[in-house]
């Protein structure tokens, strides 16, 4: 089977890059699955009902989310089992870590967990995806790892290797360079990357994050507009063993006409 997983969607540009080349993209890899973070597709940042459905209604089987998921206090929208939220958020907190989708031919689990380098205080996720491991009944298994620390990352990729059939990490907004398939068997990125605004920093206006950086004072971000670039990886999974036998990544964009 197929899959494609695409970074953070940064608001509206991000989300009209998603809706107007992610169903070409299905068509040409012939993928089965699409997977996305959505948790800064909402204007101004978080997930809402609203954006969620754009990303749906482009083809997202599931959207994983990270530390922005409960920032528009859309708490509802959890109790729809394809929108995640890290697992290793307190007992109690709105929605799920974990998907499990019935494919007919066979089924696919979804993990979302989040790093606590520079991140939240959550629960530590070496320990929560250990327990969920125990529970999930289908070896085809990728792990979004929303985390800060390329060291955190590579961490935890080499702790699920062998274990999972994919760990790819968001949430920095910048796509890294080293693909590849641990333990030959567990595909494996840094970070997927983004999809948004080409002309800016991490998705928002540049002159505002150039602000931020060099006075440290509050400023108002607003998501850069087109031109667009649409970050991703491809994955190659062997459905009977959960074993990922390719990985490619995706990096397209408008001002070069690459889609």
């Known amino acids: 089977m197929r899959l494609l997983m695409f970074g953070d969607v940064v608001g509206e540009a991000g989300s009209r890059c998603f809706r107007q080349h992610v169903p070409k993209l299905k068509r040409d890899y012939g993928a089965d699955l699409i997977v996305v973070n959505g948790e800064n597709s909402a204007p101004g940042n978080g997930i809402t009902e609203q954006s969620a459905q754009q990303l749906f209604s482009a083809g997202a089987d599931v959207i994983t989310t ?64 250990d327990g969920l491991l125990e529970t999930v009944q289908t070896p085809n298994i990728l792990v979004d790892f929303h985390a800060e620390a390329t060291a955190e990352k590579r961490a935890m990729g080499w702790y699920l290797a062998g274990r999972v059939s994919a760990v790819i990490g968001t949430h920095t907004h910048v796509q890294t360079a080293d693909e590849e398939i641990l333990d030959g068997k567990t595909g494996y990125l840094t970070d997927a990357g983004m999809c948004g605004g080409e ?57 070069t006409n690459s889609f």
């Open 66 to 129: 990270g530390n922005h998921c409960f920032r528009r206090r859309c708490d509802h929208i959890f109790a729809d089992a394809r929108i995640l939220r890290p697992a290793n958020y307190p007992e109690g907190a709105p929605g799920s870590g974990l998907c499990v989708l019935d494919c007919g031919r066979f089924s696919f689990a979804v993990i979302n967990l989040m790093g606590t380098a520079f991140m939240d205080a959550l629960d530590n996720p070496f320990t929560v995806i």
């Open 199 to 255: 002309r800016s920093v991490l998705g928002v206006q540049i002159r505002q994050a150039i602000e931020k950086q060099r006075f440290h004072r509050p400023v108002q971000f607003t998501e850069a507009e087109s031109p667009v670039m649409l970050n991703g990886v491809c994955l190659e999974i062997d459905s009977k063993s959960g074993i990922c036998t390719k990985i490619e990544r995706i990096f397209m964009r408008e001002s």
